[in-house]
């Protein structure tokens, strides 16, 4: 959490994607490039529990088959600060991601204050992740699934009031700008 609530200004307006980059559009964007471990062939060990092993179906089902709907993931803030400015885009600065992320609330999550507000809006690691691994789910964060073990289409879920998906949850997002402490000041005194 983040803490003073502070007011943050946008001097501009911004172009943002509905969607998370997709596996698809990273391809095309790097010429060929696939950062992912998660394709058909892909070793898928590190996400089950030891000794189990998945056949194709049930590794479809669970989300351990990803297509080019699928957000890109495993690659560095620098991968995509290169291939961005390369192809003149660059990621949303951490107060334009929050805002499309608040779409206009004050709430902590788009969805409202509760977590249960999140479901059919947002996968984390739940029920449906736990069912794979040898552990159990966090009941104090999400008791509930989602469906996805992993992650998800970047279309399967819900999108926030202005159309945004997967705000919370799936896979994390770079932000064109470090997290900063907001307790302390960046210039100046207290």
Excluded at 77 to 83: G, H, R, T, V
Excluded at 109 to 117: D, I, Q
Excluded at 144 to 152: L, P, S, T, V
Excluded at 163 to 176: L, Q
């Amino acid at each position: 959490w983040e803490a003073p609530v502070h007011t943050v200004g946008l001097p501009t307006a911004f172009f943002l994607s509905k969607y998370e980059m997709t596996q698809g559009q990273w391809a095309r964007l790097s010429r060929g490039g696939r950062p992912s471990l998660h394709n058909k062939d892909a070793d898928v060990s590190r996400f089950l529990a030891d000794g189990k092993t998945l056949d194709d179906a049930e590794r479809t089902r669970v989300g351990l088959v990803f297509t080019d709907v699928h957000p890109v993931e495993r690659i560095s803030w620098n991968d995509c600060a290169e291939l961005f400015e390369f192809d003149a885009l660059m990621l949303p600065t951490e107060a334009q991601w929050e805002y499309a992320c608040r779409a206009g609330g004050d709430t902590l999550w788009s969805t409202g204050n509760e977590v249960a507000t999140l479901e059919g809006y947002a996968n984390f690691a739940d029920d449906a992740a736990a069912s794979i691994r040898d552990t159990k789910p966090n009941s104090s964060w999400i008791p509930h699934g989602d469906g996805f073990a992993a992650h998800a289409r970047v279309d399967a879920l819900k999108p926030n009031a202005w159309g945004f998906h997967n705000m919370h949850g799936n896979v994390w997002e770079w932000c064109r700008d470090g997290f900063l402490s907001y307790r302390h000041p960046v210039e100046g005194e207290d």
